[in-house]
């Protein structure tokens, strides 16, 4: 499956070896509640990610036709629900009940519909609900919610651009995607919960706490934030199907990490969704679907102070990876 984040050359960073004193509490941390939980979030992250990405291949597709993507999903799920102690009150607990039904509803429709469809069904079925364009209906990109002007949708990817960066992470080039698509997001996630993971086993408290904060700053501030009314903008526009299975799914998931992070985001309401217009300032441009490659991160990661993070980050010791 194609991934649309990677680590920074640049950024990369060696990972010592544990002495044999330290190896076996190593090994029993690694059985423990919490690291069950973090990589169980971080693979139910990745199967929404890749879920939201246009289809250049057979890959999903046979993903969804095998069986594999609901039997990954509710393999981690049950872990999840195993491991989870209380974590988010009856809130998540019935969240995590939800999704099941969910994960039941996917294998429902792949074996009464979605078995007979090949790439191009799959391809028309994205197209239809999310467009070629940017549909304002149920735009899956984070800075057309709440930002009725480019300056403030220029703020807000900055922002996203610095998470990233903080964490030596950058686009693919295979993925012609925008930084604030929610596919890129889940992904950035998926990666937070993964160094998680990592960081029980091998990093101190510091570290972990730094990954912990950025994933309830990325819920609160972010994904928290728009991806509910995306969800209910999307059943709406699909109607039926995959992807109006999938916006429940994504509804409840989000609901489900707001709790067990224990994160109040300010959601955006109908009321107040005003999709920023195009009209670019002199000597800018935005592109629907364009991977940023010049001048116009560069500038958004300088004005957030991204650049510094990255340097900061390179000074540290930590593990290298992919997302």
């Not at 403030?152 to 295979?174: E, H, P, R």
């Not at 955006?268 to 670019?280: K, Q």
Request: glycine letters at 8%.
């Amino acid at each position: 499956m194609a991934t649309k984040m990677k680590k920074a050359q640049n950024g990369s960073q060696s990972v010592a070896t544990p002495s044999d004193a330290s190896a076996q509490a190593l090994t029993s941390l690694k059985d423990s509640s919490a690291v069950e939980r973090a990589l169980s979030r971080s693979k139910l992250y990745l199967l929404l990610s890749w879920s939201f990405l246009y289809p250049e291949d057979d890959e999903f597709l046979d993903y969804l036709q095998s069986g594999e993507f609901v039997e990954d999903g509710k393999a981690a799920l049950a872990s999840l629900q195993k491991s989870l102690e209380g974590h988010g009150g009856e809130e998540a607990w019935e969240r995590l009940q939800a999704i099941e039904q969910h994960f039941n509803a996917v294998e429902n429709w792949v074996s009464s519909e979605g078995i007979n469809w090949n790439i191009q069904d799959l391809r028309d079925e994205h197209r239809r609900v999310f467009s070629n364009v940017i549909a304002l209906d149920c735009p899956p990109y984070e800075t057309l919610f709440g930002n009725d002007h480019v300056f403030g949708q220029s703020y807000v990817m900055g922002d996203i651009s610095g998470f990233y960066t903080a964490f030596g992470l950058q686009l693919s080039q295979d993925i012609h995607e925008r930084l604030d698509h929610l596919s890129v997001e889940l992904e950035f996630l998926h990666f937070l919960a993964y160094k998680e993971s990592y960081a029980l086993c091998h990093d101190g408290q510091d570290k972990l706490q730094t990954v912990i904060d950025a994933e309830k700053k990325f819920v609160k501030e972010h994904v928290g934030r728009w991806v509910p009314l995306f969800s209910g903008m999307l059943k709406k526009k699909a109607e039926y199907g995959f992807y109006k299975i999938l916006a429940d799914l994504t509804a409840d998931w989000v609901g489900f990490e707001v709790a067990y992070l224990q994160v109040s985001p300010q959601p955006y309401s109908e009321t107040d969704y005003r999709p920023a217009n195009f009209m670019s300032p002199e000597g800018q441009s935005f592109e629907c679907g364009a991977q940023d490659k010049g001048n116009e991160l560069s500038l958004l990661m300088d004005e957030v102070g991204a650049q510094a993070y990255l340097e900061k980050e390179k000074s540290e010791d930590g593990p290298s990876g992919t997302a």
